[in-house]
């Protein structure tokens, strides 16, 4: 972009002079602010408007005042989308690179969707600003255990949003049924929601459960065989 009034270069004004100043965004670029001492001696009348002024009416008429004025801009930023680590049951901390902020700090975007559930995509954006050469990340929670999930990553600033960058999928762990935390199946059972796979480790497990009206997948050693009605059945893994 550029200044086209009063220009570009050095100029000189009298004492108390009001000076208009305009910049111009060049193609694919917007303007973002004005910048330098002019600014942080709060001279110009509007510091975030691309037509503006300053005003010369400070310090003394007696002695030479000299101020800068930078007419920033940017352009839309670029971004890829890289590996997700850690997973856990229900959480997944997804990443992004930056690999151009377009001239300006640009926040992280996110899209993820249940791919098991068919669920629509969710955008989560992030709180921090990055720069060329960051990574960026966040943590994605609520998820169901055992569910497949694809996101990607983007960023945006004024100019507006990247483009996404490749979708990425990834597989929550499921619950585990084992001599761990968790020892008994009805303790997965109730703590799942529709679409949570359980896995039963060991041999045998005879155990007594309630599923409600959750719609679970349980595995394990065989294929699982439901005895009884649907109120309690047993399962046999």
């Known amino acids: 972009g550029s200044v086209t009034d009063p220009g570009e270069g050095v100029f000189a004004y009298e004492y108390g002079a009001l000076v208009p100043v305009t910049a111009v965004p060049a193609s694919n670029y917007v303007f973002v602010k004005w910048m330098g001492t002019a600014v942080d ?128 999928k990834f597989t929550t762990k499921p619950f585990t049924v084992s001599d761990g935390c968790i020892k008994h199946l009805q303790d997965a059972i109730d703590m799942a929601v529709d679409g949570t796979t359980i896995i039963v480790e060991g041999d045998t497990l005879r155990e007594s459960v309630d599923l409600g009206s959750k719609e679970l997948y349980i595995f394990g050693n065989g294929m699982p065989t439901l005895i009884g009605d649907d109120v309690n059945p047993t399962i046999k893994v």
């Open 41 to 168: 001696h709060g001279l110009v009348l509007d510091p975030n408007a691309a037509v503006t002024a300053v005003d010369l009416e400070t310090g003394s008429a007696d002695v030479l005042q000299s101020y800068t004025l930078i007419a920033h801009f940017c352009t839309k930023p670029k971004a890829c989308t890289t590996l997700v680590s850690p997973i856990t049951e229900r959480t997944a901390f997804v990443w992004g690179d930056v690999l151009d902020d377009g001239g300006c700090c640009s926040r992280g975007v996110f899209r993820h969707r249940n791919v098991s559930a068919g669920g629509p995509w969710i955008v989560e954006v992030t709180a921090s600003k990055y720069v060329t050469g960051q990574s960026f990340g966040l943590i994605l929670t609520g998820l169901v255990p055992g569910a497949t999930y694809e996101y990607a990553a983007a960023l945006e600033n004024p100019a507006g949003q990247s483009a996404w960058g490749l979708n990425i």
